[in-house]
């Protein structure tokens, strides 16, 4: 009786090892089999620098350039789809992006030239996207068209305002009908110029859009005015002496805003004044 307790013992003891053993090993199993399960995919994290972007004013004969940087700070990328939509004033000169893949912490780069053939504002957009991208990374793109350089000057016998390129090419005739125009002053949106003979006893200062449109005086009764200037804020010019006794304005160096708004004289006492200049000396 006892070694048949003996025997039973042992036996309880084999089979609690082996219990013990196999519950050790499909725990093991389990912990094995956790250890397959695929971990969710890091998503590409896309940027570009710089964003957003401003070319700037360019002229329309002038190309500015800019290299765009697409960096990855996630997980791949996938093959990469690069497009610019917007202004034609933006083409894509260089482009090392698409269809390529971009691992973590690679990167890829995009030249972008704008060129615009007109005067004003224009935007455009680089976008980049894959089919692990959940939502396309883009950057913006802005630039604004200037006049080429231009040459303008007045006919005083031909009774126009007129303009040619930098070197003399392309002249041309942009107002007519005027009387005896003298001096012209250019900012960034008009054309300035004096006419000394409106009638026998007055002149004006003009002024018109730089294509010559619009024409129209904004400064009147002046004493015989010569020579303008312009600079952001005023336009200047000289009224030279005028007829014997004639008025108090001749001899003067004067200002207005812009517009031709509070016209005064600023010099006073000239012995007849004909040209002005601005200058930051």
């Not at 199993?29 to 890091?42: D, N, R, W, Y």
């Not at 329309?60 to 990469?80: D, H, I, K, Y």
């Not at 006049?147 to 090419?169: E, M, Q, R, S, V």
């Not at 007055?202 to 859009?209: D, K, M």
Request: hydrophobic share 35%; with cysteine.
């Amino acid at each position: 009786m006892t070694r048949l307790q003996h025997v039973g013992r042992a036996s309880w003891r084999r089979v609690s090892a082996m219990a013990t053993a196999g519950a050790v090993l499909a725990a093991a199993a389990v912990l094995s089999g956790a250890g397959t399960v695929a971990a969710k995919p890091i998503s590409p994290g896309l940027t570009f620098t710089p964003s957003p972007h401003n070319y700037g004013p360019v002229t329309t004969s002038q190309t500015a350039s800019q290299t765009f940087t697409l960096t990855n700070s996630g997980g791949a990328s996938g093959v990469l789809s690069v497009t610019l939509s917007g202004s034609s004033a933006f083409t894509s000169s260089a482009n090392t992006c698409s269809a390529i893949s971009l691992g973590p912490g690679q990167s890829c780069t995009i030249a972008v030239q704008f060129a615009p053939s007109s005067v004003g504002a224009v935007t455009a957009t680089l976008t980049a996207t894959s089919k692990k991208t959940t939502m396309p990374v883009t950057d913006s793109l802005a630039g604004t068209g200037e006049p080429p350089g231009h040459i303008y000057w007045a006919d005083f016998g031909g009774n126009t305002i007129n303009t040619a390129n930098l070197g003399g090419g392309n002249p041309q005739t942009l107002v007519i009908g005027q009387f005896e125009p003298t001096g012209v002053a250019v900012d960034s949106s008009h054309i300035y110029w004096a006419e000394p003979f409106i009638n026998a006893d007055a002149g004006t200062i003009n002024e018109a859009g730089l294509d010559g449109s619009n024409p129209q005086a904004i400064v009147s009764s002046q004493s015989l005015p010569y020579g303008v200037a312009v600079d952001s804020n005023h336009l200047y010019w000289a009224n030279s002496t005028g007829p014997p006794n004639f008025d108090p304005q001749a001899g003067t160096v004067n200002e207005a805003g812009l517009d031709g708004s509070n016209p005064q004289a600023i010099i006073t006492g000239q012995n007849e004044p004909t040209g002005v200049a601005v200058g930051a000396h």
